[in-house]
C-alpha cells in the first residue's frame, strides 16, 4: 500500500532540506524528505569540514527567515568583511563591504554544519517526514518506489538530489554542458598572518585558488582548481612539500603555510537541465544545473530555486489550486533558468578570461581589473551583486 504526500523531496542536502523548510513553515501540505545518507552530527569542538560554502547575505536573510540560521553554531560562522582578487601580473581588485554601508559582504560555513542546520529545523515541523536512510530505486507516474521495498506516491515530487540526479534521468530530462577537464582540490590549512576576515583568490593561468576565511583568524577553507593531472599530483605530495607548493601558488599573502588538513578533490564540470519542471516534477540546486565553483555562487542559486519554487507552490495552495500543475512549475522555471543560465556564463567567462596567456586578453584582463579598482561606482554594482539581492528575488530572500 503506497503512503500519500502533497510533495515528496529526494534528497536532504542544503537545498532540498531548505525546500521542506520553507513548504512545510508556511503551509499544511505534508511533505515526506528523503535522504539516502544519514549526516554525520558536527559539534562546536570539531575540526573544520573540508566542504564549505560562501553565503551571500540573501542566502542568509532566507535562512534567517525560515529559522534555519538559528540552528547554526555561531562560533562555526565566519563572516568575511572584504575580498581581494589579484593575477599573476599583480593586478589587483579589493572589495571592503564599508562602501555599501554593510557590515560584511558574507558568511563562510561548512556545508556539514549547515546541512545539520537545516535538518534540524525540519524535525521541528510536524508536517515534516524525514525519511533517512531511504534510497529510491525508481520513479514513475509520481509513485517512488524505495529500495525496502515502500512506495510514496505525491502530486509534486521534487529532485534535489544533486549533480548525478537520478530522478532527472528518470524524468529523461537531458543536460547539455560541458566537462572543463579540471578538479579542484580543497582542504583547511592554518596560516602564519590572520585572514583578516578577508575572501582572498588569486587568478593562476591554470585556475584560481582561493582561501576562504574560517571562524579561527588563522585558519582558512582553499579551494586550488586546475588540470586534472596537475590536481591528481597536489592531492598525492607529501603534506610539507603540499605546503611549500601552496604558499609559492599564493605567494605568501598570509605568511607561512603551517598545517594542512587531509585533501579531498572534485572534477569540475558545467551542466543544465534542457528543463526544470513536468507535470508533478521539478528540479532544483545542482540537479537542475552545476556551475564553475571560481566565485562560489553555487549554493547561492540553489537557494533562491528552492524559495521560488516554495513561492509559486504556496501561492497556487493558497488559490485551491493544483501544486503540480504544470503552468504553476512553468512559473518557477521562467523565473529560475534564465538567471541560472546568465549566472553560468558569466562564471564560465571569468573562468576562460582569466585562464587566457594570449596577450590581448591579458591586457583586457588588467584593464578590466584597474578600471573597476579605480571606480567606486563599478565597486558597488559588483558587491551588490554578488550580495544576492535581486529585483525579481523571492520573497524569502528579502528582509
Not at 584560481?208 to 582553499?222: E, G, K, M, N, V
Not at 521539478?282 to 562560489?296: E, K, Q, R, S, Y
Request: charged residues 20%; contains cysteine; glycine residues 6%.
Amino acid at each position: 500500500m503506497s503512503q500519500h504526500y502533497d510533495v515528496i523531496i529526494v534528497g536532504g542536502g542544503m537545498v532540498g532540506a531548505t525546500l521542506a523548510v520553507a513548504l512545510g513553515e508556511q503551509s499544511d501540505l505534508n511533505i515526506a524528505l528523503i535522504e539516502a545518507y544519514p549526516p554525520t552530527p558536527l559539534n562546536e569542538f570539531d575540526k573544520p569540514d573540508l566542504r564549505v560554502s560562501a553565503l551571500t547575505r540573501a542566502s542568509e536573510t532566507l535562512l534567517n527567515n525560515l529559522t534555519i540560521w538559528q540552528q547554526l553554531i555561531p562560533s562555526r560562522i565566519s563572516q568575511f568583511t572584504d575580498m581581494k582578487v589579484w593575477e599573476t601580473n599583480n593586478s589587483s581588485l579589493h572589495f571592503d563591504s564599508a562602501e555599501i554601508g554593510e557590515s560584511l559582504l558574507g558568511n563562510i560555513v561548512e556545508n556539514r554544519h549547515l546541512q545539520q542546520a537545516c535538518l534540524t529545523r525540519c524535525k521541528q515541523i510536524p508536517t515534516i517526514d524525514f525519511l533517512c536512510p531511504a534510497k529510491p530505486i525508481s520513479l514513475t507516474d509520481n509513485t517512488l518506489t524505495l529500495d525496502d521495498g515502500r512506495t510514496l506516491t505525491a502530486e509534486l515530487v521534487v529532485g534535489a538530489d544533486g549533480a548525478q540526479s537520478p530522478l532527472r534521468e528518470w524524468a529523461e530530462i537531458e543536460t547539455h554542458g560541458w566537462d572543463y577537464q579540471q578538479s579542484a582540490v580543497v582542504c583547511t590549512v592554518t596560516t602564519e598572518h590572520s585572514h583578516q576576515q578577508t575572501a582572498w583568490q588569486r587568478f593562476l593561468p591554470e585556475g584560481p585558488l582561493a582561501f576562504l576565511p574560517l571562524s579561527d583568524p588563522h585558519q582558512c577553507s582553499i579551494v586550488w582548481s586546475n588540470s586534472t593531472e596537475e590536481t591528481e599530483l597536489l592531492w598525492q605530495l607529501d603534506d610539507d612539500i603540499f605546503k611549500d607548493t601552496l604558499g609559492k601558488a599564493f605567494e605568501n599573502t598570509l605568511g607561512e603555510i603551517q598545517e594542512v588538513s587531509k585533501r579531498a578533490k572534485f572534477p569540475l564540470k558545467l551542466r543544465h537541465a534542457d528543463h526544470y519542471v513536468e507535470s508533478g516534477f521539478a528540479l532544483v540546486g545542482d540537479a537542475a544545473h552545476t556551475i564553475h565553483p571560481l566565485a562560489g555562487q553555487g549554493v547561492n542559486i540553489g537557494f533562491l530555486d528552492a524559495a521560488t519554487l516554495a513561492e509559486v507552490v504556496l501561492e497556487a495552495h493558497g488559490k485551491g489550486r493544483k501544486i503540480g500543475n504544470l503552468h504553476t512549475l512553468n512559473k518557477y522555471q521562467r523565473r529560475r533558468k534564465g538567471d541560472n543560465l546568465v549566472m553560468q556564463m558569466t562564471m564560465d567567462a571569468f573562468k576562460r578570461v582569466f585562464g587566457s596567456e594570449l596577450e590581448p586578453v591579458r591586457w583586457a584582463r588588467r584593464f578590466g581589473l584597474q578600471t573597476v579598482n579605480k571606480s567606486a561606482l563599478l565597486r558597488k554594482l559588483f558587491m551588490r551583486q554578488a550580495s544576492g539581492y535581486r529585483f525579481a528575488n523571492p520573497k524569502l530572500t528579502k528582509l
